[in-house]
T-cell receptor, first 116, second 112 residues
């Protein structure tokens, strides 16, 4: 079965650079969530999109922005990177209404970002 | 953690033994989910229990939920070395979004 795809899997950036992380949800999933997991920490919700509109926002810095496109893939844009942004960034997707319980979120493998 | 705590933080058991992990949360929830994460890798969904359910089984997994105590437990029976991972509970709180709020996780080591 198709899973959530994230790219790139690994990314190394310098401080103050920008980074773009991409997420391709499971086919027919219309909702995408982004989470950040720092070293040794639990995942923390950043932002979510439903039908290409932002549906919720968590502890996402103003330096970060995200959007969901017409094909439902999503991109997380991170600017003025700081050392503390080094983390594992997960994307998750959930089912469209009417196709089963939409509460279950299926996670991608994550993008490991290292800021030097 | 934003929502609650898991205990123990780390658990080491012998293969074949049962492992029990507990999770507590703070707010009213729609459901509670358990995820597994192998070292630094993706989160794998294990099981979802709704707020009106008390117990759920899936293979070697048994999850209980006590909404009056705002707590849940995950039991893995007849553990295997391959069960070694971190286990997180995540709650889907009663608001308009379905975002998950994760507990701090339990690191399970199953010794062969």
């Amino acid at each position: 079965a198709a899973g959530v795809i994230q790219s790139p899997r690994h990314l190394i950036k310098e401080k103050r650079e920008t980074a773009t992380l991409k997420c391709y949800p499971i086919p027919r999933h219309d909702t995408v969530y982004w989470y950040q997991q720092g070293p040794g920490q639990d995942p923390q919700f950043l932002i979510s999109f439903y039908e290409k509109m932002q549906s919720d926002k968590g502890s996402i810095p103003d330096r970060f922005s995200a959007q969901q496109f017409s094909d439902y893939h999503s991109e997380l844009n991170m600017s003025s990177l700081e050392l503390g942004d080094s983390a594992l960034y997960f994307c998750a997707s959930s089912l469209a209404p009417g196709q089963g319980k939409r509460e279950t979120q299926y996670f991608g493998p994550g993008t490991r970002l290292l800021v030097l | 953690s934003q929502q609650g705590e898991e205990d123990p933080q780390a658990l080491s058991i012998q293969e074949g033994e049962n492992a029990t992990m507990n999770c507590s949360y703070k707010t009213s929830i729609n459901n509670l989910q358990w995820y597994r994460q192998n070292s630094g890798r993706g989160l794998v969904h294990l099981i979802l229990i709704r707020s009106n359910e008390r117990e759920k089984h899936s293979g070697r997994l048994r999850v209980t939920l006590d909404t009056s105590k705002k707590s849940s437990s995950l039991l893995i029976t007849a553990s295997r070395a391959a069960d070694t991972a971190s286990y997180f509970c995540a709650t889907d709180v009663r608001d308009s979004s379905y975002k998950l709020i994760f507990g701090s996780g339990t690191r399970l080591l199953v010794r062969p």
